[in-house]
Every structure is written in C-alpha cells, then in structure tokens.
C-alpha cells in the first residue's frame, strides 16, 4: 500500500520574511489579521532586520519599517543607480608637431603584461616600468551606468543570514542554505539527533539545490571574472558553485547524513521537482524522512542583464508607462494576470520536511499537510526553446483528476490554485488559458486563484517553494493572499471559470473551506510541474481511515509535547535566540569507523545499523 508523504517541517526565508512559525505568509496577509495573530511576527522581523536589540517594544514606526524593508522593492544587493561597467575604448595620441602619435605612461614592473604588445617599447626604471605606445592603445573604460530595473525580490532589510554561523568564504545561495535548512528542523519540535535514533542511517533523503547553481563573487561569478578583472580565483570557487551544493552543505553540515541526495532540476519548477523524488522515495519505502528544498541567490545585475535581454524583466521605464507616471513603483512591478511588463527577480530558500505517516504518528510531530502527488511533463517539439506549450495542460489536468479521485466530485470544488503567476504578458494568457479549460473540463465554475509571486517576486527554482509555504499558512490562520498589487483583470485573461483573487479571501477558520491546493510551476524549456497537496484536516481523516480512531487519538496525544516544543522554538527565535545547525568538523567518520559483514554496515556515529540485500529482488525473473 502507498505511503503518504507528510508534511511535519517548513523553513526558509524570502522577501516576506521566516518560513517556520508562518512569519512570512502572515506578513502578506497583515492587514487582515489581528494585533494579537501579528505580534510574534512583528517582533520576529524586527530582530532579523537590526531594527530592535533586546525585548523592546514594538511601535508603529517600527512596524512601517518593516513594511518597508520587506516584500517586493527597489533591490538592496546592488545600487540600481551606480552599476560598475567597462567600455571598450580605442586610445589615441593627440597629434603634435613633436608627438609623433605615441602614448607614455608608467606602471609597476610586476603588472606588466606577459606579453608585450608589438608596439609598445618598455624602459624599466626600478621598480616600475615607463611603456610608450605607438599608434593606439585598446582599453576598457570604467564607468557608472543605471540598471533599466530597480525591483526585485530581497530578503528582508538588513538581514544577513552569513552573520549567524561561520560562513567565510560561503555564496549567497549557501548561506540561505544553511539558514533555511536549520530553520525548518528548529520547527519539527523535536530535535533531530532524537529523530535519528528511530531510523536508520540511510533512510534519510534529501533533495536540494539551486537552478542556478551558485552564482556570486565567492563562487562561479567571481571564478569565471578574475582573469578579465584582476582578480584572484579561491581554491573554493569552483567546489561551491555546483547546483547540487545546497544538498551537499545540508548532509555534510547540517544533518550528518548518509541517505539518498541530489536534486533535480527543473528550471522554475525545480522545487517540486525535487518534492516529488523525496514523495517517491517516502512512497516507495526508500526513506522514512525527506528534506526537499531550494534555495536562490539570483538579485543580481549579471544574472538579470539576461533575462532583461530576453524582455522577461518588468522594466522601470515600462512600469511607469503602464502607470503613468514619472516614478516607478517598485512595490506593484509584479502584477499577476494583470497589465504587465514582466517578472521580478527575487531570492529565497524554503525547505519542507517530509515524513513516513507511521514514523510521524509514532512520534507525534506536527502535521501541516500531505504531497499526494506532483506531474511533470514536457512540452514535446515546439517553436522556441523559451515559449510555453501543452505540457502544462497535462500537469494541471492530472493534479485536478487526482484532487477528485481522492476528494469527490463535491471536493475537488473545494480546491485553489497557487498559479505560477509570474507577471508576464504572455504568461497571463497561456496560464489563465490552462487553468480556465482544465476548470470547465472538471465542472468547477469559480476556482480561486492567486499569485504569490506578486508579493515576493520570481525566485527562480525556489518559486514553487514559496507558494507551498503560503498555502500552508491558509490552514493556520483561514486567509488565501489576494493579488494585492493589481487593480483590474487584463483583457485577454480567461477567467469565465476562475475567481482570480485580487484582495484576501477568507476561507474559513484554519482555511477549512479548502481540502486541497494546486500548485503550478513552468518552467523555462518546457519543464512544467503541478503537485497536489492536501490540508491537515483531510490529511489527518485519511489517515484515522487507514490506522484507526484509537491511532489518531494516542497521536494527538503526543503531539500535545511536540506542539509546545515547536511553539517555544518559534518563541525564542523571535526573540533572537535562534539555533543555526552548522557542524563543521563534528562528528567526522573515515575509514576507521566502519564495520561490515555481508548482512550489514555500521557507521559508529550511528545507532542503527544499514542492512545489505538478502533476497533477489529480481526472483521471478530467474
């Protein structure tokens, strides 16, 4: 019988703030939830942005500070208006009677170039050298430009995830990692070397990376322009730029594993990619546990200069066309199924902790949903490498069939749509188009859907992940976000079956209204993916039907502990009391801390051991 992947971790950061606690989710529904619902998160995003030191008060400036350091703005990890560039330039001398067309100029001995060009003669006086040129000189001018964007999707004001652990030498993408890794253990309740001593060693998976890998100055930014910069490469540049790293610094610093890992790459829907091998492996009885995630470090003018080419950018100049003005609004540049210039780029990492039901009722941890199952298909042969196509359509129609297989005819109405949502002209269209039809196919007649990525913009890989963090928050505190930063549907958007949401919807207490979520990724070369992820509520009566009243209740029962555990983690985290997991050097095993036989391995950081194969799997086939 399948096993059903539960939910019992969330962690991560984005431009609304901590995953774990519900913080950043609660910080896009703010003006709907009350004094009291806001408080911890307020307190929490004080202390992550240096606005406050101690137990302080938090008042209403301090409030509007954090509005305005946080959500979709004008970027921070660059000045929009002061952008190093370089120009290729052709230097020539001044003609004089007497100068004969030669350029002089003097430098030091040690930076002349290896070799030397055909027409400079070098005189070496000392230490430095006097180079006199004849005829031209070809050179790169250093300049300041203005970066046609100035929106994008930051982590909050002020926040530097690299300062709670020793992170010298670590990208972006690693330190949000780290950060997001650890957050979404510090939420399970218990504590993780407890949660080890039930399993054995390799029936932990985790699943994690960057689509586009790590890009900064510490790593394959920085690697690829030291030669043209004078720069120098590390011996850590080219290790840490691997997509697959987030993976690799979660099982060798943060959890101490020797499970399954990787990650597997999808584009822009390479968060569900990845949800769906730790789905499968918790399925199929590969892994008791499954840490999925991924984390972006993209705000960048390297990496947006190219997707600005391509015209995916919403622009500054044509986001105030379409609001005429003469002042960009950088809170508004995403605008979901709306009149629209393109995405905003954004960073995050978000990271869920999947688990085996039986372990998880065995241990009483919390239950914030369940994976029943994420589609993946391509676009087959199309005309562009970039442009949507009919895998999509494939995606979302199976989720939704599989949503009233498991829900009723009655249920799968009892559903809403995370949309990719990107902001784009075109993506308005072709996914308002999908979303429409697979609705009238399955008799749906008003299907909420909203757009997360118009609060904290276009993560990238991570994007999914953002939105399966806000849908989680629903069954907390009962609010779908709405569209906030549109005011009216575009034209060509198909929605005579869709309720696009463009103010907060109310969906019930701890969102009952809703059994279920839809969400949907595309991804750039036809790598689309749709996941279907059940509420707590119909999570927890799937699973009294399968083990039983009596199962449930000693269930609940325990999980009375873990909740007040989670509860004073969040607690104290807002309070700046948080635990960074980074183990660096601890509990290292070599070649000495092996044993085997042919029945089994033990690791001596272990309790259990790791069994080998007994019977031939392939028996039927002798």
Not at 198 to 222: C, N, T
Request: proline share 3%; net charge negative; aromatic share 8%.
């Amino acid at each position: 019988m399948t096993k059903l992947p539960l939910i019992v971790g969330l962690g991560g950061i984005n431009a609304a703030g901590r995953t774990s606690g519900f913080h950043s989710y609660k910080r896009m529904v703010s003006d709907v939830l009350t004094d009291d619902e806001m408080k911890t998160t307020w307190q929490d995003l004080a202390r992550r942005m240096g606005l406050i030191t101690d137990e302080e008060p938090i008042n209403e400036e301090i409030i509007e500070a954090i509005k305005a350091g946080t959500l979709v703005r004008r970027v921070e990890t660059f000045d929009p208006d002061n952008i190093l560039y370089q120009y290729k330039a052709t230097l020539n001398a001044e003609t004089h009677a007497d100068s004969n067309d030669q350029i002089t100029f003097t430098l030091r001995k040690s930076k002349l170039p290896n070799v030397i060009p055909e027409n400079w003669t070098v005189d070496l006086q000392g230490s430095k050298a006097k180079v006199t040129v004849n005829g031209s000189l070809d050179a790169l001018l250093e300049d300041r430009v203005t970066f046609p964007v100035s929106s994008g999707g930051n982590i909050p004001t002020g926040f530097d995830p690299g300062k709670m652990y020793n992170s010298r030498f670590h990208p972006r993408g690693l330190k949000l990692t780290v950060y997001g890794a650890s957050d979404a253990l510090n939420s399970l309740g218990i504590d993780w070397s407890e949660v080890l001593t039930h399993i054995k060693p390799d029936e932990v998976s985790v699943y994690a990376g960057s689509g586009l890998a790590q890009i900064d100055d510490q790593s394959i930014a920085g690697m690829l322009a030291a030669p043209l910069t004078g720069g120098r490469v590390s011996t850590k540049m080219m290790a840490l730029s691997f997509a697959e790293m987030p993976a690799d610094f979660i099982n060798g610093y943060v959890i101490n594993s020797i499970g399954t890992t990787g990650t597997n790459m999808g584009a822009c829907a390479t968060f569900l990619y990845n949800l769906r091998q730790g789905m499968h492996d918790i399925q199929q009885g590969k892994s008791k546990i499954a840490i999925v995630g991924n984390a972006e470090a993209p705000v960048l003018t390297e990496i947006m200069e190219g997707f600005r080419v391509m015209g995916a950018l919403a622009e500054d100049e044509q986001l105030k066309v379409l609001d005429n003005s003469d002042v960009v609004d950088n809170r508004r540049a995403c605008r979901p199924f709306s009149s629209n210039a393109g995405f905003t780029m954004a960073e995050s990492a978000q990271f869920a902790v999947l688990m085996d039901d039986e372990l998880a009722l065995k241990l009483g941890v919390n239950i914030y949903g369940s994976v029943a199952d994420v589609f993946i298909n391509a676009d087959a042969n199309k005309k562009s490498i970039s442009a949507p196509g009919v895998g999509n359509y494939v995606t979302v129609a199976k989720a939704t069939a599989l949503a009233k297989a498991i829900l009723g005819e009655d249920g799968v109405k009892q559903t809403f749509v995370q949309a990719h949502g990107t902001g784009t002209p075109q993506n308005r269209v072709t996914e308002s188009h999908i979303l429409n039809e697979v609705a009238k196919t399955f008799d749906i007649d008003n299907w909420a859907v909203t757009a997360i990525k118009s609060y904290v913009g276009h993560s990238m890989s991570v994007a999914a992940g953002d939105q399966l963090m806000a849908s989680l928050g629903v069954w907390q505190y009962g609010w779908v976000p709405g569209i906030t930063t549109i005011d009216h549907i575009a034209d060509d958007v198909h929605q005579s079956n869709l309720n696009i949401l463009t103010e907060h919807a109310f969906a019930g207490q701890r969102g009952e209204d809703y059994k279920a979520v839809i969400l949907n990724a595309k991804g750039f070369g036809g790598n689309n993916a749709t996941g279907l992820v059940l509420s707590p509520n119909q999570t927890l009566s799937m699973l009294q039907s399968k083990y039983g009243a009596d199962v449930i209740t000693a269930y609940h029962e325990k999980n009375v502990a873990i909740q007040a555990n989670s509860l004073e983690n969040d607690q104290q985290t807002c309070l700046g009391h948080e635990k960074i997991r980074y183990k660096f050097g601890e509990n290292v095993m070599d070649e000495t801390s092996i044993s085997m036989t042919q029945n089994e391995i033990r690791l001596s950081e272990f309790e259990q051991a790791i069994p080998l194969a007994m019977t031939n799997p392939y028996a039927d086939y002798s």
